[in-house]
């Protein structure tokens, strides 16, 4: 176990409080608490006299993630450890590379958006990326357990906040790169740039997979050992066919032809197909014994989770940023025979930039959408639907801000062969109304639909 706790509820005896200041909470507060629940010691940044053990540091921050470091380091770089970075795609390349991992016969952790996953335990996560106090809680658990691999999602925050601290990557991948949390690093190049470090963080002898489809991942080759996938890559895409709820994939590797059918659909599915089998061909695997565990693979909950509606399609899908809503839907407009009808909102007290874009690319290439909440939290949701709607002359759309409501509305426009697109929140099963967090999975909304 670890020996130090940030959360004074969570403390044990014998453990070391360290009492961080956050945002919106100061640890300071919570000392009282956490010595009547054991702490054997506490580390502030304040002026005090306490009934135990009682250090004052510059900055709690830098004192917990350097004792981790210290302290933990070597226990979790027994593991093999692949990080995966980019906008998007990183929750399904991961949860694929585990997947396979585990089909492989290999005991192997996941840790992202969708939560922790390991042996048959799931844990919920606040964030892609956890907080490090978090991180090496379950990293070291699953270290101590001899568990061979963890695959993770790497987000830009993460990187910017040095949640890594002290990992050692074995393998890394480059998805790509589009706009997203500018709200947090307002430029492009500083995105980027945040992505960047996570070279930082692999070994010497390790290697980087990236997308060379992506102008970007000419930054990530200052790391001389990598290896690209895509249309020109060295995993080489020749040809592929996209169906409802399949895809045939044609890609060559050092000039030999390899066929493999995935349950996965759409074109971004065939890049994130592609940096799970890069790196674990990297690592090791023949790709023919890749290519047989692939039928046994699936994508997460809430990305291009498809269900029959009454004689057309309903798809939950987790896009929310403009590249990933544009490619959605493009996806879907190439294999569809009818009607495309998007369902769609932005999250409250984010990056507004992304709204009216957002909005134009939803009503340009669907024949119909309507827009929904998506989390508005405190912000104000007609002020949001005004961001989503400024400058869009479209007029094939309709706001309704109940997201059920929206849903079975959608549901019910359905004629033959139209497909629904239900897009932003995919595997989330809330909805945060100001400061509450209510129920509310689109999945769950689309199978009660009738019933």
């Known amino acids: 176990m670890i020996k130090y706790e940030t959360n004074s509820k969570l403390v044990t005896t014998g453990q070391i409080f360290v009492a961080l200041k956050g945002h919106t909470v100061d640890g300071h507060d919570y000392i009282e608490e956490a010595i009547k629940n054991g702490a054997s010691k506490v580390v502030g940044e304040k002026d005090l006299t306490l009934e135990v053990p009682y250090e004052k540091v510059d900055d709690t921050n830098v004192y917990l993630k350097e004792h981790l470091v210290r302290e933990y380091s070597d226990i979790i770089n027994k593991l093999k450890i692949i ?7 990183k ?7 585990y997947q396979m991992l585990k089909k492989l016969g290999k005991k192997v952790a996941y840790l992202g958006t969708i939560g922790f996953y390991y042996q048959d335990e799931k844990i919920e996560l606040n964030n892609t990326t956890p907080d490090i106090l978090t991180l090496y809680k379950l990293v070291t658990k699953v270290a101590n357990d001899k568990a061979e691999y963890l695959v993770m999602e790497v987000s830009s925050h993460a990187l910017a906040f040095e949640r890594l601290a002290g990992f050692k990557l074995t393998r890394a991948a480059f998805t790509n790169l589009t706009e997203d949390h500018l709200d947090y690093h307002k430029t492009m190049d500083a995105y980027l740039n945040e992505k960047l470090k996570i070279i930082n963080y692999l070994k010497d002898d390790g290697m980087i997979l990236l997308n060379s489809d992506d102008v970007a991942h000419e930054k990530f080759k200052k790391f001389k050992n990598y290896q690209t996938f895509g249309l020109n890559g060295d995993y080489q895409i ?9 895809t ?3 890609f060559t590797y050092e000039d030999k032809k390899y066929q493999v059918t995935t349950n996965l659909t759409n074109k971004f599915n ?3 197909y592609l940096t799970a089998l890069s790196i674990l061909h990297s690592l090791g695997f ?7 565990v692939t039928k046994e693979v699936y994508p997460p909950k809430g990305r291009c989770e498809t269900y029959q509606v009454g004689l057309g399609y309903a798809v939950v899908d987790y896009a929310h940023t403009p590249d990933a809503v544009e490619k959605v839907i493009l996806a879907y407009t190439e294999m569809k025979k009818n009607r495309i009808i998007t369902i769609i909102g932005c999250g409250g007290d984010r990056d507004p930039i992304k709204r009216p874009i957002m909005g134009n690319i939803a ?3 669907s024949d119909y959408v309507i827009f929904t909440n998506d989390n508005p939290r405190t912000e104000d949701p007609k002020k949001i639907m005004q961001d989503i709607t400024k400058d869009n002359h479209s007029d094939n759309y309709e706001i309704i801000y109940d997201r059920k409501e929206a849903i079975y509305k959608g549901i019910e426009m359905l004629k033959k062969d139209d497909i629904l697109l239900v897009l932003g929140k995919g595997h989330e099963d809330y909805q945060i109304i100001g400061h509450e967090k209510i129920h509310l999975d689109d999945a769950e909304i689309i199978q009660s639909y009738g019933k």
């Open 91 to 97: 929750t399904t390349s991961c949860y694929l590379i």
């Open 83 to 89: 990080g995966v970075t980019g906008t998007n795609g």
């Open 286 to 292: 023949s790709i023919e014994d890749i290519i047989k």
């Open 248 to 250: 045939d994939l044609e």
């Open 270 to 272: 065939v890049y994130n």
């Open 363 to 365: 009503t340009k290439y």
């Open 238 to 246: 020749s040809h592929f066919a996209i169906k409802p709820d399949h």
